[in-house]
Nanobody, 123 residues
Framework: QVQLVESGGGLVQAGGSLRLSCAAS????????MGWFRQAPGKEREFVAT????????WYADSVKGRFTISRDNAKNTVYLQMNSLKPEDTAVYYC????????????????WGQGTQVTVSS
């Protein structure tokens, strides 16, 4: 099992930026696809972005495409989510996730979840 610890959440005004980080323990990080998901109050958890094991492949939800960027540093066992042009509808708890496969992360592929970090965007 891999432990995932997110950081970087907080309160920001609309139009602002935040950078989330997710530090992973264990040797399987560099061979695993990673992803970010989020859950807003009263809503189901939804996919945000995913990155392949090498960083060569990235995919985004339509709602964040062009504003968010996922990246990873395998030497540091860390995955990042740069969030720009934030909107109030981006307010949610953001979860880091490790996939069982090397290419992408989706709800059914997740082997490990982080504890989540709150992002609040004020209007």
């Amino acid at each position: 099992q891999v432990q995932l610890v997110e950081s970087g959440g907080g309160l920001v005004q609309a139009g602002g930026s935040l950078r989330l980080s997710c530090a992973a323990s264990g040797r399987t990080f560099s061979s695993s696809a990673m992803g970010w998901f989020r859950q807003a109050p009263g809503k189901e958890r939804e996919f945000v972005a995913t990155i392949s094991w090498s960083g060569g492949g990235t995919w985004y939800a339509d709602s964040v495409k062009g504003r968010f960027t996922i990246s990873r540093d395998n030497a540091k066992n860390t995955v990042y989510l740069q969030m720009n042009s934030l909107k109030p509808e981006d307010t949610a708890v953001y979860y880091c996730a490790r996939s069982r496969n090397s290419y992408n992360a989706y709800e059914g592929s997740v082997a490990d979840w982080g504890q989540g970090t709150q992002v609040t965007v004020s209007s």
